[in-house]
């Protein structure tokens, strides 16, 4: 997704006879937009399609795949209290997703225990941001360590799971589309631009490849049409010796995100990381702020009538909510005006640095909440403008 990769061992030519340790290995070609656009070829010891049983899968939390909030959503500013949510399970069992559209949805986890079988998105690519916590991530492509503060990205169709000792706190983020570095950031030729905010050296592919015993043979887990079924193998379908290509998980930290500064208040477009059909995702880490003389460098406030907002406050002083604790997030719909609390705007004039970590999706077609997300909710947010009591 990045540029050229290469782990492991593979064929001298594509599609020509290859063997390892005197056996002649399976060609996985592993393609996007159907032949046409980014692939990668795995050589695996035996092909991924000798399954035994596949059956639905329903979980028990209702949360993962979501399910739409029930009633007429009413035109409101909107406080998630994601703490709320409480520690437990694997991945999947501890998911909700919060909201939703064609395009993308977004949600949280906090698993307690590390996840047995394999997940595989069939819907869309997925971005896991580790708020809290450390692991690694084992996917078909080899396996990923990450630490608090990495973005974490599985391409639709990877199967993946999270080994970790501690519980993580996740921001996830699933989009069906064109998901990945955004293009004005890369030349014609692929390669990032000198002005974009990271280097290729920033981004960490599979450091090794996934090497389970042979005893182990986990299920698969698979979601399509938002809808799970559960998948079995006589064995470990993806004992992978080597591949190439340019389609494959990867790793990315905040802290190496390069910020951009100016003299007066920039538009949060320029906090962009990654971007999808029909979405962006910003991120807002520790920078100078503006520095002209009298400069608010709190955001103004605006009607930005083509898109609704949603934002994962991680840590730190937030420049521009009161009543807005770590891990809360927030949804600004496009068709009312929304931006800082007054006295927040204020505050700001004469503020040299900020300390804040967040990250941002911002949509252009409307996102509807689902159930899951009701059951956080801050009734009070949206009236939380006119009064000095919100906390």
């Given at each position: 997704?990045?540029?050229y ?25 592993f ?36 399910h ?54 069939g819907d ?38 999270l ?13 069906t ?20 905010p990271?280097?290729?050296r ?28 559960k ?29 951009k ?6 538009p ?29 460098p ?32 927030s ?19 004469g ?29 009070s ?8 009591e919100?906390?």
């Amino acid at each position: 997704m990045i540029d050229y990769r290469r782990l492991g061992v593979v064929s001298e030519k594509p599609h020509t006879v290859f063997e390892h340790e005197g056996k002649m290995v399976a060609e996985h070609v592993f393609t996007r937009d159907g032949f046409s656009d980014l692939y990668s070829i795995l050589y695996q010891k035996r092909a991924p399609t000798h399954e035994v049983k596949v059956q639905p899968l329903q979980l028990s939390n209702f949360g993962f795949p979501h399910h739409p909030s029930e009633g007429e959503e009413l035109l409101m500013r909107r406080h998630i209290k994601s703490p709320k949510l409480q520690i437990g399970g694997q991945l999947l069992e501890s998911r909700k997703t919060l909201f939703f559209n064609d395009d993308c949805t977004v949600g949280i986890a906090r698993p307690k225990t590390p996840s047995q079988e394999f997940f595989i998105n069939g819907d869309a690519d997925e971005l896991y941001f580790v708020a809290e916590g450390a692991g690694t991530l084992q996917t078909i492509f080899g396996e990923i360590d990450f630490k608090e503060g990495d973005y974490l990205f599985v391409p639709k169709g990877v199967a993946s799971r999270l080994q970790f000792k501690d519980p993580l706190y996740l921001f996830i983020v699933e989009g069906t589309k064109e998901f990945g570095i955004p293009r004005e950031f890369r030349l014609a030729q692929g390669q990032l631009r000198l002005d974009a905010p990271f280097t290729h050296r920033d981004f960490r592919s599979p450091s090794r490849l996934l090497n389970l015993p042979d005893t182990e043979n986990p299920a698969f887990i698979v979601k399509k049409h938002n809808r799970l079924s559960k998948h079995e193998y006589t064995e470990f379908p993806y004992r992978v010796i080597g591949w190439d290509g340019w389609c494959y998980p990867f790793a990315f930290s905040i802290h190496a995100y390069q910020p951009k500064t100016s003299s007066h208040h920039l538009p949060p477009t320029i906090h962009t990381v990654f971007a999808g059909r029909g979405f962006y995702m910003m991120n807002f880490v520790p920078r100078i702020l503006d520095y002209a003389k009298n400069a608010i460098p709190c955001p103004y406030p605006h009607s930005s009538v083509d898109c609704d907002e949603i934002l994962f406050y991680v840590k730190g002083e937030f420049t521009s909510r009161k009543g807005i604790g770590q891990y809360s997030i927030s949804y600004h719909p496009c068709g009312i005006p929304h931006g800082p609390h007054p006295e927040k705007y204020e505050m700001s004039v004469g503020a040299r640095e900020t300390n804040e970590l967040a990250v941002m999706v911002d949509t252009f077609a409307p996102l509807k909440m689902t159930k899951a997300a009701a059951a956080f909710e801050d009734d009070s947010y949206h009236y939380s403008w006119n009064t000095k009591e919100y906390l």
